[in-house]
């Protein structure tokens, strides 16, 4: 038994020992804690010290600012009472002034004001009259432009009445072999595909061909055919020689007058449009 009191009494000194340890550690922490929230609340009372005397200054400074603007407004508030008792001072001035001469400004006034009644409707009536004939004169020249127009017109049209009659009565002949030969080189130049024939070639064209002698509706179909499955026409310059124009028209006099030229089937170089139908 003495031996486990002693075993206990040793334990209980080891632990007391570690909670005296323990006690000193919090101990030294909550005195370093104590120290810094002392530190802390001296700066902060510094901080509110400082903040006291930065609005003790901005108080100052702004009683210090209402006390110049109440001054200067004051200054302001006397110079305009001053500025308004001259101002009251010179009316009252010119008023004395009216007063002393009378009567004699208003006569003026009324004067001027009847003078400027009579010349006022004077000048607008001069002014719409310039108008009325600034107007009347341009209607009156338009209308004789438009009748000159007229006129001449009609000058252009008789002269042209008159130089188609009169060729017409000189050559009556004439106007339908133009009209003709119009006609051929415009089919001339649609069926080549070459839209640079002209009249002159036209004219040399013919000339340089043969007259054929008349022959029947069948014969004619025959040629057209053969023309146009073997002849191609070339512009001016390039015309085929007529050795071969005759041989072709010989040829195709010939085959009209065998005797099967009936069924002679020209076939065309190139196919055959509505309108080469229509004229077959």
Request: aromatic share 2%.
């Amino acid at each position: 038994m003495a031996t486990e009191a002693v075993v206990s009494v040793g334990t209980m000194t080891e632990e007391e020992e570690e909670e005296f340890s323990d006690l000193r550690e919090n101990l030294g922490q909550l005195e370093k804690e104590k120290f810094e929230l002392h530190e802390s609340l001296t700066s902060k009372d510094d901080e509110l010290t400082q903040l006291k005397t930065e609005r003790e200054e901005l108080e100052k400074e702004t009683e210090q600012w209402k006390e110049e603007q109440t001054h200067e407004r004051d200054k302001e508030r006397q110079q305009h009472q001053v500025e308004l008792e001259e101002l009251l001072e010179g009316e009252e001035t010119d008023g004395r002034v009216r007063e002393m001469e009378g009567g004699g400004g208003e006569e003026t006034k009324r004067e001027e004001r009847e003078t400027a009644a009579s010349i006022i409707p004077t000048n607008l009536r001069e002014h719409s009259n310039r108008d009325t004939v600034m107007l009347q004169s341009a209607l009156r020249g338009h209308l004789v432009r438009e009748s000159q127009l007229k006129n001449l017109l009609k000058e252009i049209q008789d002269k042209t009445v008159d130089a188609a009659s009169r060729s017409d009565a000189a050559s009556p002949v004439g106007g339908d072999m133009d009209q003709r030969a119009q006609g051929s080189l415009c089919l001339l130049q649609w069926e080549t595909g070459c839209p640079h024939w002209s009249r002159e070639d036209l004219d040399q064209y013919l000339a340089e061909q043969v007259p054929r002698p008349a022959t029947t509706m069948k014969r004619s179909r025959v040629m057209k055919r053969t023309r146009r499955s073997s002849l191609t026409f070339t512009p001016p310059g390039r015309r085929p020689p007529q050795s071969s124009i005759s041989q072709l028209e010989s040829g195709g006099a010939a085959a009209v007058d065998s005797d099967d030229s009936d069924d002679i089937i020209v076939s065309p170089s190139r196919p055959l449009r509505s309108r080469e139908v229509l004229m077959l």
